[in-house]
């Protein structure tokens, strides 16, 4: 889609805090999420986060301030999951995107709209959807240079890299929200010149960025989704951390890929940023031209012209010494989506390709996210060596992996002259010590 007058950079809200220069939600954003008042037996609802305010979109349906497809829309965004939000497709996101837009634009407060606001401090997230499955990409060709120079020195990406976006199966029941505590998990490993594995805590215990890629509209099964209207099927966007013990995964994964190193937890963002308000920050997408260029299910002209989004992405750590102290999260590496290798269309595309049925609310994971340039990586396995380069923090600590007490904090914003700057937010977790004898 192109960009519209819900993009306008002049546009301002009646609600001060979302023309605040600093928010991550000013008007032109509108993303979507699930949300109650924390610490009540509030039913769970859709709401859409506006400047420090939610809009409650089951509190606004019951006004009946909208007609038609946005009331509709509305109507679908009070309940517990936006799975069928979702399924009523681009129509009716962009219809009750326009009617918030209009309602908490220019014209005034209006008082039906106003008792809609909760404030963000006072509420607890759910999951957005119910997720039936979720699909881990591996789509950055940074990371999977630097992960092979690093794993098998003589070795080369493997070749079906930069034919198709590669993926696993990933595991529902361990997605959480920013905020959650993540154990540290337990498994096989097998120590570098041993000859028998061994079991106990990950001593390796990593993060992935991603972005995490919500399906809205699924296809039959046995029918493919053409790459040119592949984005037709995507609601939006979220941080995701796919967490990664690297001891464990390095001993389990062949032949079929990575198993206990990734199931034990994925932590999602709780704001879905829309493909519409991610209009304005789209990019053109090339392949470089001595690469294998992308067979005709992975290829069109709409792709090369505006497939890649400029999403920028940042990754900090915040460690006990850093609460301790009061200091800041330190930033580990900062880098934007614009370099992946594969597009979600792409993506979506290969999935269905074989005749998968995507379902409304299944999520993709984008695949970790690192850039060209060594602090652009979205792992620490790159980002120290394998360990073998710790980084150093301004509490005097190191890091080759992840500590028990280290909260991986991730945010991601989208920036362009003309255009407001939208976020995403904060997807922040800890971990927990194992629980092991
Ligand atoms: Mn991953």
Request: hydrophobic share 25%; glycine share 12%; proline share 12%.
């Given at each position: 889609m192109k960009s519209d007058h819900s993009h306008d950079i002049g546009a301002k809200s009646w609600l001060a805090s979302a023309n605040d220069a600093g928010t991550p939600f000013p008007l032109q954003n509108l993303p979507f999420g699930v949300f109650r008042r924390a610490g009540t037996n509030e039913a769970f609802r859709g709401g859409v986060a506006l400047g420090d305010q939610v809009i409650d979109l089951a509190a606004l349906s019951e006004a009946g301030v909208f007609s038609g497809l946005a009331a509709d829309a509305a109507r679908a965004c009070a309940q517990p999951a936006l799975n069928a939000f979702f399924d009523m497709g681009k129509h009716a996101w962009r219809a009750l995107r326009h009617a918030l837009f209009a309602l908490f634009g220019s014209g005034g407060p209006q008082d039906a709209a106003k008792r809609c606001l909760v404030p963000q401090a006072s509420v607890e997230y759910g999951l957005p959807a119910r997720i039936g499955d979720y699909t881990d990409f591996y789509t950055s060709i940074d990371h999977a240079r630097n992960i092979v120079k690093l794993l098998r020195p003589d070795g080369a990406v493997s070749p079906n890299f930069q034919w198709m976006p590669v993926a696993y199966h990933g595991r529902v029941s361990s997605i959480g929200l920013s905020g959650q505590k993540v154990r540290r998990p337990c498994g096989q490993r097998m120590a570098a010149g041993a000859h028998v594995p061994d079991v106990g805590p990950c001593e390796r215990l990593d993060y992935e960025l991603e972005l995490g890629i919500f399906i809205g509209v699924g296809n039959p099964q046995g029918e493919r989704i053409p790459v040119a209207s592949a984005e037709d099927h995507v609601f939006g966007l979220c941080l995701l951390n796919d967490w990664s013990a690297r001891d464990i995964q390095a001993w389990e994964s062949t032949p079929l890929g990575p198993f206990l190193a990734k199931s034990f937890a994925t932590t999602l963002s709780p704001w879905i940023v829309t493909m519409d308000a991610l209009a304005p920050y789209r990019t053109s997408w090339t392949r470089p031209a001595e690469d294998p260029q992308p067979l005709p299910y992975l290829s069109s002209a709409v792709l090369e012209e505006s497939g890649a989004l400029d999403i920028r992405l940042e990754v900090a750590l915040e460690t006990a010494m850093h609460r301790r102290d009061a200091l800041p999260p330190t930033r580990l590496s900062r880098t934007s989506f614009r370099h992946q290798y594969w597009t979600l269309a792409q993506m979506v595309a290969h999935h269905t390709v074989a005749g998968c049925n995507l379902r409304s609310g299944d999520l993709l994971g984008s695949g970790t996210i690192s850039g060209?340039?060594?602090?652009?990586?979205?792992?620490l396995i790159e980002l120290t060596q394998a360990g073998h380069a710790p980084i150093h923090l301004p509490t005097g600590e190191t890091r080759a992996f992840l500590e028990d007490g280290d909260a991986v904090v991730m945010s991601g914003w989208c920036e362009r002259p003309g255009y407001a700057r939208i976020g995403f937010g904060e997807n922040r977790a800890q971990v927990l010590p194992a629980k092991w004898d």
């Open positions: 060209p340039s060594r602090d652009e990586a979205g792992a």
